[in-house]
Nanobody, 123 residues
Framework: QVQLVESGGGLVQAGGSLRLSCAAS????????MGWFRQVPGRERELVAA????????DYADSVEGRFTISRDNAKNTVYLQMNNLKPEDTAVYYC????????????????WGQGTQVTVSS
């Protein structure tokens, strides 16, 4: 069974940084695009960033462009989300997800999901 396990969440002050990791197992990782989504209570899960299977294409939500960086290491079956200059509105549960080859903004097109990691940014 495919597993995606997120880590690296926590509490940080506004302006600080966090690095999220998502380790995949039982997945041909190098053939999957990876996405980071986030969700706050009462709102839909939204795409934050996504990366293609080979790292050649990355997409970002407007709200995080220039502050967040997605990357991947196919040798380690891991995708990362470096989050800098964090703001209180970045507070959410962050999920990683996988879909074949190319990223998409369509949440339902992602096949596999992790359990999420909480990120809380205090003002």
């Amino acid at each position: 069974q495919v597993q995606l396990v997120e880590s690296g969440g926590g509490l940080v002050q506004a302006g600080g940084s966090l690095r999220l990791s998502c380790a995949a197992s039982r997945l041909t990782f190098s053939t999957y695009a990876m996405g980071w989504f986030r969700q706050v209570p009462g709102r839909e899960r939204e795409l934050v960033a996504a990366i293609s299977w080979d790292g050649g294409r990355t997409d970002y939500a407007d709200s995080v462009e220039g502050r967040f960086t997605i990357s991947r290491d196919n040798a380690k079956n891991t995708v990362y989300l470096q989050m800098n200059n964090l703001k209180p509105e970045d507070t959410a549960v962050y999920y990683c997800a996988a879909r074949p080859y190319e990223p998409s903004t369509v949440r339902y097109s992602y096949q596999y999901w992790g359990q999420g990691t909480q990120v809380t940014v205090s003002s």
